[in-house]
Structure formats: structure tokens, C-alpha cells
């Protein structure tokens, strides 16, 4: 099992490929401090493994506001190279 840490939230990884993102919301109140832990599980089964970091940026974004696209160094995801008008002879070899 791995852990991802995204400030003072962090996500369950098991090699079953379901990840569980938790969140602990608090509610200060006249009566004390109310806790409300909440888990999201998904199912990245069905999901092909070149597909999983997409799908784990939409779901971090969604119920984290955080996204670590671009800023992770392990990042499997490469943005398309763009090619000047009159690099049209260029092959894609050169420009990685």
C-alpha cells in the first residue's frame, strides 16, 4: 500500500487498484467539536494503467481542489510537443 500526501490530505493506494480518498470535516458547534470522516472509494480496475494518473488528477481536483499535473516529476503524462509551421520535416523522435 502507498500514500500520496497532498498537504493535509492524503490518498490510499493498494496494488488491488482501488484508491480511497478521505476527508475529516469539523464542525465547531455550542455543544463540541462534531466530527465527519468521509471516504470515496474508486474501482480503477476496469481502467487501463496508462489512464489511472488522468483519472487520479479529475478525482483529486473534484473533491481535493488540488492538482498535481505538470508539477510532478514522475508524471507519465507528456504534453503534446507543438512544432513550428517550418518544422513540418522534423520527425517526432527529434522533438521529445
Known amino acids: 500500500m ?10 490510499n493506494f493498494k496494488v488491488s487498484n482501488t484508491v ?8 465547531l458547534s455550542e455543544d463540541g ?3 465527519l470522516d ?4 474508486a474501482d480503477f480496475e476496469s481502467v487501463p494503467q496508462k489512464y489511472h494518473e488522468v483519472f487520479m488528477n ?4 473534484k473533491y481535493y481542489n488540488k492538482v498535481s499535473f505538470g508539477d510532478n516529476p514522475f ?3 507528456r504534453p503534446v510537443v507543438k512544432r513550428k ?12
Not at 502507498?2 to 490518498?11: D, E, M, P, Q, V
Not at 509551421?85 to 521529445?96: D, N
Open 2 to 11: 502507498g500514500n500520496i500526501y497532498l498537504g493535509s490530505n492524503h490518498i
Open 20 to 27: 480511497k480518498l478521505k476527508e475529516e470535516f469539523l464542525l
Open 33 to 35: 467539536p462534531i466530527n
Open 38 to 41: 468521509v471516504e470515496i472509494i
Open 58 to 61: 479529475m478525482l483529486t481536483a
Open 75 to 77: 508524471s507519465e503524462c
Open 85 to 96: 509551421w517550418w518544422q513540418f520535416w522534423k520527425s517526432e523522435w527529434f522533438t521529445k
